[in-house]
T-cell receptor, first 116, second 114 residues
Framework: AQKITQTQPGMFVQEKEAVTLDCTYD???????LFWYKQPSSGEMIFLIY??????QNATEGRYSLNFQKARKSANLVISASQLGDSAMYFC?????????????FGGGTRLMVKP | GAVVSQHPSWVICKSGTSVKIECRSL??????MFWYRQFPKQSLMLMAT?????????EQGVEKDKFLINHASLTLSTLTVTSAHPEDSSFYIC??????????FGQGTRLTVV
């Protein structure tokens, strides 16, 4: 069984500042992947960043970086230089990597609001 | 690449009628497709997983006779909400995977049953 926990239902950040969105997980799979998706008000799910459980380095994609601490089972998303367009729901998700058909398990989400 | 198109983006139907939602992978072959349901201000809940050419695997609590899923080809899966009722009103979103790590999502369908 897999579980994803996002403890921050809502977050405010000032434009141009950095923000960290928390995510902790629990799984019995020895290898797994961690994902972050952005969901704007229009509803589509936009893939942001991926971290494999055996990756040695933290993933980065432009202004997004993933602070992966395996021992603590956390995979926090860091957004640098926040922009107004970053206001959205953010979901942390994970998937076991043994079975190619394994589905994503999502956390409850964090609503990020960027203030001008 | 990796575009998933979901249609329609929104639909209003009368109670008792059926609604079909299509999910297409436009530039890759989706060996697996997933259907999720999302209530307002909540997370995505997996309804079912479908592999091309085989029956869908439904999550516990999801009525397979009410939510018919067909994955007839590597680029198309459909979700049919049969005999829809107001409580079926929700946001439905599909995702598709090939051999890559991440899943790609459609734009979602907002269903309102009146």
């Amino acid at each position: 069984a897999q579980k994803i926990t996002q403890t921050q239902p809502g977050m405010f950040v000032q434009e141009k500042e950095a923000v960290t969105l928390d995510c902790t997980y629990d799984t019995s799979d020895p290898s797994y992947g961690l994902f972050w998706y952005k969901q704007p008000s229009s509803g589509e799910m936009i893939f942001l960043i991926y971290q494999g459980s055996y990756d040695q380095q933290n993933a980065t994609e432009g202004r997004y970086s993933l602070n992966f601490q395996k021992a603590r089972k956390s995979a926090n998303l860091v957004i640098s230089a926040s922009q107004l367009g970053d206001s959205a729901m953010y979901f942390c998700a994970m998937r076991g990597l043994h079975n190619a058909g394994n589905m994503l398990t999502f956390g409850g989400g964090t609503r990020l609001m960027v203030k001008p | 690449g990796a575009v998933v198109s979901q249609h329609p983006s929104w639909v209003i139907c009368k109670s008792g009628t059926s609604v079909k939602i299509e999910c297409r992978s436009l530039d890759f072959q989706a060996t697996t497709m997933f259907w999720y349901r999302q209530f307002p201000k909540q997370s995505l809940m997996l309804m079912a997983t479908s592999n091309e050419g085989s029956k869908a695997t439904y999550e516990q609590g999801v009525e397979k006779d009410k939510f018919l899923i067909n994955h007839a080809s590597l680029t198309l899966s459909t979700l049919t909400v049969t005999s829809a009722h107001p409580e079926d009103s929700s946001f439905y979103i599909c995702s598709a995977r090939d051999g890559r790590t991440e899943a790609f999502f459609g734009q979602g369908t907002r269903l309102t049953v009146v």
